[in-house]
């Protein structure tokens, strides 16, 4: 199949390329016209597009399926029926599309994304030590209250936690536990935001760098340097088969 496809493409480059011998018919000549037009515009602005700028339409895409998916997911089984084999589809699609719309939100507007969350780390972090404090002024059970299920988690885990008395200590260590998970959370968010990121990246500059290619070969009429980048990897693909 992959052979009858290079061969056509090799045949279909090979008449576009024989000029006005098969150019002849107004109709053909015009739709060849089109194509060389509306190509090379194309290309034009595709050679000039930014990383970055890729990078947040493909972000934007990511967004729009990953809430078309979700959508057919809860539709279509009450038009359809049930189906196993279209939900695993879908659901794997609108997984992996949020997935790519985080990563790329992450690593490029990564400043907002902190800001967003600041107010609740930052409570989560100092509010222990707060209500320790608190606790100590006015005799509130606040954090006596609070530490009962770290001790339980730590017995359960089998780890050796000293019984804290002072309301401020207490909310000390429940800080520093927070910090430590949100530390860890950071860390790991960029372990594996950062691959998919740049496989997104590698998505944009991938046809990117072959418009700026197609220009370096054709720079006054772009749909013959795609016509050769084609005719090439037809070639090269009939040599592997």
Avoid at 85 to 98: C, E, N
Avoid at 170 to 192: E, H, P
């Amino acid at each position: 199949m992959l052979k009858i496809l290079f061969v056509s493409l090799q045949i279909i480059i090979g008449f576009y390329w024989a000029g006005d011998m098969v150019r002849q018919n107004p109709k053909i000549n015009d739709l060849v016209v089109h194509l060389e037009d509306g190509y090379g515009s194309f290309n034009d602005r595709l050679k000039d597009i930014k990383v970055t700028h890729g990078l947040n339409a493909l972000r934007k895409l990511y967004r729009y399926i990953s809430i078309i998916s979700i959508a057919a997911f809860f539709i279509l089984p009450k038009i359809i029926g049930p189906n196993r084999i279209l939900a695993g589809y879908l659901s794997s699609i609108g997984m992996v599309s949020m997935f790519g719309w985080f990563s790329i939100k992450w690593c490029i507007d990564h400043k907002n994304s902190i800001i967003g969350i600041r107010p609740q780390v930052g409570l989560m972090i100092f509010g222990p030590v707060i209500l320790g404090i608190f606790d100590t002024f006015f005799g509130t059970p606040f954090m006596a209250i609070l530490s009962q299920p770290a001790y339980k988690i730590a017995i359960l885990l089998g780890l050796n936690v000293p019984h804290l008395t002072n309301p401020i200590a207490i909310g000390g260590g429940l800080s520093l536990i927070f910090a430590t998970f949100f530390l860890i959370y950071y860390i790991l968010t960029w372990v594996v935001a950062a691959p998919a990121a740049f496989l997104s990246a590698a998505l944009v500059l991938l046809p990117v760098t072959a418009a700026r290619l197609i220009h370096t070969v054709a720079p006054r009429k772009a749909f013959v340097g795609l016509t050769l980048v084609l005719f090439a990897t037809a070639s090269f693909g009939l040599l592997w088969l």
